[in-house]
């Protein structure tokens, strides 16, 4: 079992950056896909990106490609999410979630049913 608690979210304004962090519990984290969800206010939760278990491989929503980027530290038990370019439709509650499911790393990680393990949620919002 694994726990994840997020931070690093707050107010930016439109074109600005944040780097969101994920924090988890245990000693096998490097077993689990992590990824990240959002869900804005009304919407149901979708995916933002994922990475594997090493960190080689990622997938990203289309939405995101080129201004967001995932990354994982397997010593520090993290994965991360640098935000660029942040857009006022990036606002959102953005999670952080496990998956031990078995492999390959394929693009069923970007359903939000993969994953059995998820945080609290960190707050973002985007000012035009």
């Known amino acids: 079992q694994v726990q994840l608690v997020e931070s690093g979210g707050g107010l930016v304004q439109a074109g600005g950056s944040l780097r969101l962090s994920c924090a988890a519990s245990?000693?096998?984290?490097?077993?689990?896909?992590m990824g990240w969800f959002r869900q804005a206010p009304g919407k149901e939760r979708e995916f933002v990106a994922a990475?594997?278990?090493?960190?080689?491989?990622?997938y990203y929503a289309d939405s995101v490609k080129g201004r967001f980027t995932i990354s994982r530290d397997n010593a520090k038990n993290a994965v991360y999410l640098q935000m660029n370019s942040l857009k006022p439709e990036d606002t959102a509650d953005y999670y952080c979630?496990?998956?031990?499911?078995?492999?390959?790393?394929?693009?069923?990680?970007?359903?939000?049913?993969?994953?059995?393990?998820w945080g609290q949620g960190t707050q973002v919002t985007v000012s035009s």
């Open positions: 979630a496990a998956s031990n499911n078995p492999g390959p790393f394929t693009n069923k990680y970007m359903r939000a049913y993969e994953y059995g393990y």
């Open positions: 245990g000693r096998t984290f490097s077993s689990y896909v």
């Open positions: 990475t594997s278990w090493s960190g080689g491989s990622t």
